[in-house]
């Protein structure tokens, strides 16, 4: 049974730092694309960036580019969303989903990823 668990959000001042991370189970990161999402209130969810496992290359939002990383730890099956200057509109809950395949050009909709995490919430204020 494939599950994701997502830790490491929390309060952060602007241009602070945070470390998410999305811990999978019944899956091996190899054969899936594993990607995030973020939904602030009032506000459509956004694909953020996705990671394809054969090959590890990565896709993110024009919005996060340059600011936000995504990388893994295999021996763990778990993918990190490493967030520096960090400003208010990132302010959401983060979600990590998951499916087997690629992230295709699409994947910013969540089409296609059947599993979710249950999410975890970034605050960005003064």
């Known amino acids: 049974q494939v599950q994701l668990v997502e830790s490491g959000g929390g309060s952060v001042q602007p241009g602070g730092s945070l470390r998410l991370s999305c811990a999978g189970s019944g899956f091996t990161l190899d054969y899936y694309a594993i990607a995030w999402f973020r939904q602030a209130p009032g506000k459509e969810r956004e694909g953020v960036s996705c990671?394809?496992?054969?090959?590890?290359?990565?896709y993110s939002a024009d919005s996060v580019k340059g600011r936000f990383t995504l990388y893994r730890d295999n021996a763990k099956n778990t993918v990190y969303l490493q967030m520096n200057s960090l400003k208010p509109e990132d302010t959401a809950v983060y979600y990590c989903?998951?499916?087997?395949?690629?992230?295709?050009?699409?994947?910013?909709?969540?089409?296609?990823?059947?599993?979710w995490g249950k999410g975890t919430p970034v605050t960005v204020s003064l």
């Open positions: 990671m394809t496992g054969t090959d590890g290359s990565t």
């Open positions: 989903a998951t499916d087997r395949g690629v992230c295709s050009y699409y994947w910013p909709s969540g089409h296609g990823m059947n599993y």
